[in-house]
């Protein structure tokens, strides 16, 4: 997948919550939770280059992210996100 994020945005991917419960109970779709942690697929040249913020999230990087923020797209058969930088609320180590 080929994707470049324009001005102050970066491009995630949302993880998927495990659909079963620490005592082995199955979850079904309608009952899950949709989750707010993704994965950092890119970040634009504006950000990386930035001298006036501080950018520090980068590829493969593991994230939180506001709930409703950003543009949800499918590139190359995936579903992907477009947000804004300042929509990242904090990083995972």
């Known amino acids: 997948m080929s994707i470049k ?10 993880i998927e919550k495990e659909n079963v419960t620490a005592s082995g109970i199955v979850l079904p779709d309608s009952a899950k939770e949709e989750s707010n942690v993704a994965t950092v697929l890119a970040v634009s040249e ?7 913020i501080h950018c520090d999230v980068a590829e ?9 923020a950003g543009n949800e797209v499918e590139v190359d058969g995936e579903k992907v996100i477009v947000l804004k930088y300042q929509d990242l609320l ?3 180590n």
């Open 46 to 52: 504006e950000l990386k280059h930035s001298d006036e």
């Open 90 to 92: 904090a990083k995972l």
């Open 5 to 14: 994020p324009l001005g102050e945005r970066v491009v995630i991917q949302k």
């Open 60 to 68: 493969g990087d593991k994230v939180i992210y506001s709930k409703y």
